[in-house]
């Protein structure tokens, strides 16, 4: 995160988990329906965005673990994706070749 205080991680275990930078700690898992092949903090750490191989984008709540939204529209798996830097939008890329924001 950017105040330093977590680690996020993804994997294909389809799981995106946010870690105590403190301690290690394991603070929460954010379950998928398929593997997680990115993720990243919104500029303010109120928000997480994965990218799933199950073609979709979601967005959650950093404090509560909780899923805020899913977005659809790659005919692929979803590769990353990002916040922009006013934290408006979510850019992301697929193995379909395409970009979306």
Partial sequence: SYDDKYILTSSWDKTARIWSAINGDLITNLRHEDRVN?????????LIVTACQDETVRIWDTQRGQLK???KGHAHGVIASCFS?????????????????
């Fill in 38 to 46: 990115s993720c990243a903090f919104s500029f303010d750490d109120k």
């Fill in 69 to 71: 939204h899913t977005l």
């Fill in 85 to 101: 830097s006013d934290c408006n939008r979510v850019i992301s890329a697929s193995v379909d070749r395409t970009a979306r924001i």
